[in-house]
Nanobody
Framework: QVQLVESGGGLVQAGGSLRLSCAAS????????MGWFRQAPGKEREFVAA????????NYADSVKGRFSISRDNAKNTVYLQMNSLKLEDTAVYYC???????????????????WGQGTQVTVSS
């Protein structure tokens, strides 16, 4: 079992930056691939980015490629999402998730992930 707690969300102007953090409890964090998802009002939860256990591989949704960067620090049990050049359409609740089935995959389906945080709101204004 792992518990995930996101932080770093907030209100930012279009073109600005935010860095989200996701702190995990437990000693098995480094065994999991990690992902970030987001959900806007009235929309389904969608994949944003994922990273393997050793950060050897990452995967991004086309909508965020070149603007967002996922990273992790296994010594701190934390995964990050650096978000630059934010757009109005990035407004959503952002969730981190842990995939316990395979540390070497960068899965993009919510059903592939076993543990979820409570989410942090990101609002981009014009």
């Amino acid at each position: 079992q792992v518990q995930l707690v996101e932080s770093g969300g907030g209100l930012v102007q279009a073109g600005g930056s935010l860095r989200l953090s996701c702190a995990a409890s437990g000693r098995t964090f480094s065994y999991y691939a990690m992902g970030w998802f987001r959900q806007a009002p009235g929309k389904e939860r969608e994949f944003v980015a994922a990273i393997t256990w050793n950060a050897g591989n990452t995967n991004y949704a086309d909508s965020v490629k070149g603007r967002f960067s996922i990273s992790r620090d296994n010594a701190k049990n934390t995964v990050y999402l650096q978000m630059n050049s934010l757009k109005l359409e990035d407004t959503a609740v952002y969730y981190c998730a842990a995939d316990r089935s395979s540390a070497c995959n960068t899965a993009f389906r919510p059903s592939d992930y076993d543990y979820w945080g409570q989410g942090t709101q990101v609002t981009v204004s014009s």
